[in-house]
């Protein structure tokens, strides 16, 4: 926890907040935080800055507040996911939130398991508090926008070119692509999506009905890679894709 | 699993392979291998091809074998890595193999727990399946090679020079460097070293003992990110940056 994240009802009418819970252990335990001590505060959604410690004890950590300094800037991408099993759905929701991503779109596709879009990872308690996790490791306040679709191809035809209107690039990694990563070498600038598929691909349906929607389609090489792996490398290359 | 793996122990004089346990399950229960179906499978360190199914049953998976295709290639990446928490170390290590990192070095640091190293995440029959997780995922059949190292100074200055004469790039991930990512473009070609710190940074006295050793300090901004996402994001930068 590299910064302490201040929900609504932490606040105090008078300015101060009042942390309970995870975060006041952590700020007992691990920080040792006594009366005077500047802690690395954010308001959820808003700005960061310092919280003094006024108190610190068993009913709580009671801090005055100096939001001054913006979050770290977004990196200007939206996840197209195809759902993953809930183990690694539970990786990736803490990353994509660490690294800025803007909004993740967890999608249906051939090759994944009904049976995903049940897991209690996607209870809006549970994603809170993955996206809250990286959040806190990077410093950031604002937690990418999340929408999950069951049906892969009213979404794809109907209701994505709308929620990409503002997003030029649009790119499918693709195991049998010919065009190489290097090769999409400069993006123009603007915001990018990533169409990330299921491990075993998209099937040449999906990839038809991306395409139709402007995704272009590359190869990252041989290498099958898991998606809590894949998405942090896609996110850096398309960093230095666009600005290198 | 993308791949069977296959050791030594698993060939028969004959030219055949059977396999016992957790791929043999997976071929039988996953796959669901009949006689004549045709797998993929690598020689663990060797080449990768098919094995044409003789026999699956209880007693293991039987297979005649064509190895004749080259591994993906190399990353040509030496990872330099303050030795994680287990916990993360048991995510990184499956996740480096699939990279097709070359060569992965565990040191100490000063932020880092000296506990760590005394993980049974570290013992070598653990270390092996964590690498061949990794290898079966991304298709690959030659594991990183891994150090563990202690003592961060003698390591550093008396032991790293020799380990990297052929690489010539060296680089050093840190939040207050002045140079971005992007200022590394274009990097030579050849091999390429990372020193990954701990989550709190290398200190002065590691950095400036790395800096001896030829490590360029460089930022990739404000984030502090999870060793298991700083890896792959970083992995897939340099690949870009050298042939970009």
Known sequence: MNLLL???????????????????VHAREVLRAGE?????????????GEGRVIGNGPEGLHLSLSLDTAPPPRAGITLLLAI????????????????????????????VEKSYFDSKVLAQDAVHELLVLGLEQARDTIPPQL????RFRP????????????VPTRLLPH???????????PLPPG??????????????????????????????????????????????????????
Chains 1, 2 share one sequence.
């Not at 929408?147 to 069951?150: A, D, G, M, P, T």
Request: hydrophobic share 45%; aromatic share 4%.
């Open 84 to 111: 993953p099993r809930p183990k690694a759905l539970k990786k990736v929701l803490p990353a994509v939130a660490s690294l800025g991503v803007d909004r993740v779109i967890l999608v249906n596709a051939a090759r």
């Open 155 to 166: 979404f794809v035809e109907d209701e994505l070119p709308g929620l990409l209107t503002d």
């Open 147 to 150: 929408q999950v679709r069951e």
């Open 175 to 185: 195991p049998t692509a010919s065009t190489p990563v290097q090769a999409l070498h």
């Open 6 to 24: 201040l929900h609504d009802e932490d606040l105090r009418e008078d300015g101060t907040a009042h942390l309970t819970g995870r975060r006041a």
């Open 36 to 48: 005077g001590d500047r802690l690395r505060v954010g308001r959820l959604g808003g700005l960061t």
């Open 191 to 244: 915001k990018v999506a990533l169409a990330i598929g299921p491990e075993g691909g998209w099937v040449p349906f999906e990839v038809e009905l991306l395409s139709k929607a402007g995704f272009l389609p590359f190869s990252l090489g041989p290498r099958i890679l898991r998606v809590e792996v894949a998405v942090p490398l896609l996110v850096g290359q398309v960093d230095l894709l666009r600005t290198g």
